[in-house]
């Protein structure tokens, strides 16, 4: 059960291994400039491997439930879904529902943990197998396994990584099911990982250079970090802190931007409608502003 890339990795270890009765994602949604429906990469993996592929609206109702009961599953797989699960369906498999979880859970719980843990600065990440129950990331977890978060390292780059590592992970859980311990989480160090609202994403350069470069890196490549030059939105995805002084939003040089604390070079960034383009590129065809807003 599961819905973006993040997902097929771990849909590609479990088809490897065993018998997948059923394959559960969100239904096609409206894309692109012609806003055609577009189905999900984890239906795109499912239809390629050959795999029964359901994608309901919602389980909440009783005909869902009992078709999903039906399938008579030993245990259902979930990674970012996008659903709620009710109780109904946790219940239904044989030995439940595990959860892939790109966080060392307690800490980011919630939809958005890969951002958070590096728009907090967090040194190390993670994945965690949960057993899931009824609240929010809150089952015991199985298997858990650190991992460094680079200096440097974007949301897209870790996404990629974590995927893989839980693909890893869920084969290990499953050719051990029988012998693993749940473990519950300790109360302390728990936090939420809210979904990334995009009042979040607008460049604060009163704000230290080192926390605007978490943020950058935390949202790129999406929804992506922004500041406005001469009224065009412009997306920065890699800078990196360096020293320097002026008054916040003050361009020092090239693309060298001083912040409440030390300054940012940005290193690429893109226009509207057009490709990601490294700083040198970009200033080719745009004149900064003495200060950005």
């Known amino acids: 059960m599961g819905t973006p890339d993040f997902a097929v990795p771990a849909l590609d270890a479990v088809a490897a291994a065993h018998q997948v009765v059923a394959v559960y994602c969100q239904p096609p949604r409206p ?6 429906d577009r189905p999900s990469p984890v239906q795109c993996r499912a239809e390629a491997l050959g795999l029964p592929l359901r994608h309901p609206v919602s389980l909440k109702s009783a005909a869902e439930q009992a078709a999903f009961a039906g399938l008579g599953a030993d245990i259902a797989v979930v990674v970012a879904y996008g659903l709620i699960l009710p109780q109904a369906i946790l219940d239904a498999p044989r030995l439940g529902c595990l959860n892939i979880h790109a966080s060392l859970l307690p800490r980011w719980r919630g939809a958005a943990p890969i951002h958070r843990a590096i728009m907090a600065g967090d040194r ?29 390292e974007t ?13 890893r992970m869920i084969g290990a859980a499953l050719s051990r099911i029988d012998s693993l311990v749940a473990a519950p989480q300790p109360a302390a160090g728990a936090s939420y990982a809210a979904k990334i609202d995009k009042s979040e994403s607008r460049v604060d350069w009163s704000r230290p250079a080192a926390e605007i470069d978490r943020l950058i890196r935390g949202l790129a490549p999406f929804p992506g970090a922004w500041c406005e030059v001469a009224g065009e939105r412009l997306k920065l995805l890699r800078a990196r802190p360096v020293k ?14 001083a912040c409440g604390e030390g300054a940012l070079d940005i290193l ?19 004149t900064l502003p003495d200060r950005l807003s």
């Open 155 to 167: 949301t897209g780059e870790l996404h990629d990584r974590l995927a893989q590592m839980g693909a």
């Open 268 to 286: 690429e960034a893109q226009r509207q409608g057009r490709r990601p383009m490294a700083a040198a590129e970009l200033l080719r065809g745009l």
């Open 244 to 257: 320097g002084q002026g008054a916040p939003g003050r361009i020092l040089g090239g693309f060298r931007v």
């Open 124 to 152: 190390e990440t993670g994945i965690s197998i949960m057993r899931m129950e009824a609240g929010l990331d809150t089952g015991p977890v199985l298997l858990r396994e650190a991992t460094p978060i680079g200096p440097a």
């Open 31 to 36: 894309a692109g400039r012609g806003r055609n």
